[in-house]
């Protein structure tokens, strides 16, 4: 069945997580275009200030206060969807959190948390989602990472909830095409990006995480969903420096290994005490309202790879300057395992 997915000032959308980072820079972008939203997260301050911002800008949006770790909760969006604006037609499942710290030293409590969001919440919401689109048609879309692709140390729990959600994503994509539903269901794999990640997370660390460099904007991933609420995509990744990643992880792994053990401890401390009692969101809900980490580093604003990989017309351009720059970046890595010395494996 064929999926016509309307213009984003004719559709009703959810999303979660919206009160933050990348679910608020969606939620901002959606609403100058016109679109209706129902936003969703655990924190009643911020989504109310959202709701009026927007309604104070000549938008339209309801709020609702829900852990999308629980699926009472999750339903609970869908019905207020259906009541207030007969529904909806796309459903984006942005909410997430992560755990910096070794694997051995970080609770199973915590780790059960992480998954309750970052994977139950992305279940419970694209099921709920199917139930609703299969037979009005929609698009899903989930947030997962290029982490998805790539474990990263340090953080691996987080990594193995987005590899969870990239296979879960996948599963459901082929089986509602197999079903011929109308339904679109696309993965997201944003890079590094430029929003409160590393401080609401929660850490084991001694100083404050820190986000590696490059990062984007929170609006270049906001951008990419727009474009997959309209025009049906199984797969995008943010930024050209998150597609080496991922290709280094496929490709090259055991490299990727040596290059990452180097450079992890590194590149996430920040160097900052962390103070006892700092808040974090795995174990309570922030009242930020803020899309940026503000990191004093450069951040990129746009990212030509992401833009071109959107737009079919100029993807084998993009296809064959990649395969540079992944040239590029193997000669670069390979440097790098050189200096530190190989142990072990195959190349």
């Known amino acids: 069945m064929e999926r016509n997915l309307k213009p984003i000032d004719e559709q009703v959308i959810v999303i979660t997580g919206a009160s933050s980072g990348i679910g608020l820079a969606t939620a901002r972008m959606a609403a100058e275009r016109g679109a209706r939203l129902v936003l969703a997260s655990r924190s009643e301050e911020s989504l109310s200030k959202l709701q009026e911002e927007i309604y104070q800008h000549g938008g339209k949006a309801i709020h609702v206060q829900a852990d999308v770790g629980k699926v009472e909760d999750v339903e609970h969006i869908r019905a207020v969807a259906e009541q207030e604006f007969g529904g909806f037609d796309t459903w984006v499942n942005n909410a997430g959190v992560s755990i910096y710290g ?82 679109s269901v696309t993965l997201i794999k944003p890079g590094v990006i430029d929003t409160p990640y590393a401080q609401h997370a929660k850490s084991y660390f001694e100083d404050v995480p820190a986000n590696p460099r490059p990062m984007y904007a929170p609006e ?101 300057g990649g395969g540079v720059a992944l040239a590029a970046l193997l000669q670069a890595i390979r440097g790098e395992a050189r200096q530190t010395g190989a142990r072990g494996g195959a190349f």
């Open 102 to 183: 070794k694997l051995d030293e970080v609770s199973i409590e915590d780790c059960r948390k992480l998954f309750d969001t970052n994977f139950w919440g992305v279940v419970y919401g694209s099921l709920t989602a199917l139930r609703h689109l299969k037979n009005r048609g929609g698009a899903i879309i989930n947030m997962g990472s290029v982490a998805s692709d790539t474990a990263i140390p340090l953080q691996g729990m987080y990594s193995a909830t987005k590899s969870a959600v990239k296979a879960f994503t996948d599963s459901l994509r082929m089986e509602t095409e197999a079903d011929g539903l109308p339904v």
């Open 220 to 320: 270049v991933v906001a951008r990419a969903i727009l474009r997959c609420a309209e025009t049906p995509r199984a797969e995008v990744v943010i930024g050209g420096f998150g597609k080496l990643m991922s290709l280094a992880g496929r490709y090259v792994p055991r490299i990727r290994d040596i290059v990452y053990e180097r450079l992890a401890p590194r590149i996430q401390h920040s160097g900052r005490q962390l103070y006892t009692g700092q808040p974090n969101i795995l174990d309570q809900a922030s009242e930020d309202l803020r899309e940026r980490g503000g990191d004093s580093r450069a951040t990129f604003e746009r990212s030509l790879y992401t833009q071109a990989t959107l737009h079919p017309v100029i993807s084998g351009l993009v296809l064959v």
